[in-house]
């Protein structure tokens, strides 16, 4: 893994630089079509109709259950969550084969990089898929951590969030800047003491994306621009 260089704060002492916590999925990794297809082969299994992408991002929202709540007008029973979360997973695994990089992730994780700043993976997506996927796709070396979930599916990202950032060390919350694709995101950067910049390239619409209080761009540059700004 790649080592941030620190500035030096004039008594000796390295001062921490800004850093980038990315989201994987529907940020970093351009998958909002095979999450479509996903969900829709999943719903068919299940009977629910299904979902266009405008309609998706209008209501995905997590903990997850509470999207099929919105969906179904109930909460599905612990049975139903199981064979739902399994079977999107399925699919998605299938479907994900004809993903990539979102356009222009590998020019700004290396940018910034280069300019002596640090940067690291955080997402939901099972710890032990993301690894070697990131690993494949050539941009490992460009994070001092990539971490994904380790535990059940479906929650949020904030306990997580906490760990994360601890676990990076010479990290300063308050020069981190979390670039995700869901109000989760945002909310787990707030209670881990960071900031957060939204892209509306994923699972959410601009409007819900909105109320969250924090900027949102539509692309990942200006994503990498604002952070630079607000992480300064």
């Known amino acids: 893994m790649a080592t941030a260089r620190a500035k030096d704060r004039g008594d000796g002492m390295a001062q921490p630089t800004a850093h980038i916590v ?16 996903a969900t829709n082969s999943a719903f068919a299994e299940i ?3 299904p979902i266009t992408l405008e ?14 709540e919105r969906l179904m007008g109930r909460l599905p029973t612990e ?24 356009e222009g992730a590998e020019t700004l994780l290396a940018s910034w990089q280069a300019a002596g700043r640090s940067q690291s993976i955080l997402s939901m997506f099972g710890h032990d898929e993301l690894i070697p996927l990131v690993r ?19 929650g949020s990202k904030s306990a997580q969030m906490v760990r994360h950032l601890a676990a990076l060390g010479r990290v300063d919350p308050g020069r981190t800047v979390v670039i995700g694709d869901a109000v989760d ?42 952070a630079e700004e607000i992480a300064a």
């Open 22 to 37: 990315w989201d994987w999925n529907g940020t970093l990794f351009h998958d909002i079509d095979a999450v479509i297809a």
């Open 47 to 49: 009977g629910l109709e």
């Open 55 to 68: 309609r998706y991002r209008e209501l995905y929202c997590v903990p997850v259950p509470r999207f099929y």
């Open 79 to 102: 049975d139903e969550w199981l064979v739902m979360d399994a079977t999107f997973h399925r699919y998605y695994t299938e479907h994900r084969a004809g993903c990539g990089l979102a």
């Open 136 to 154: 494949d796709l050539g941009i490992a070396s460009r994070f001092v951590r990539v971490e994904g979930r380790t535990g059940p599916s479906g």
């Open 185 to 226: 995101d945002a909310v787990a950067a707030r209670d881990a003491g960071a900031r957060a910049v939204l892209y509306t390239g994923g699972s959410h619409s601009r409007s819900s994306l909105t109320a969250a209080g924090v900027p949102v761009v539509d692309s990942l540059t200006e994503a990498v621009q604002v």
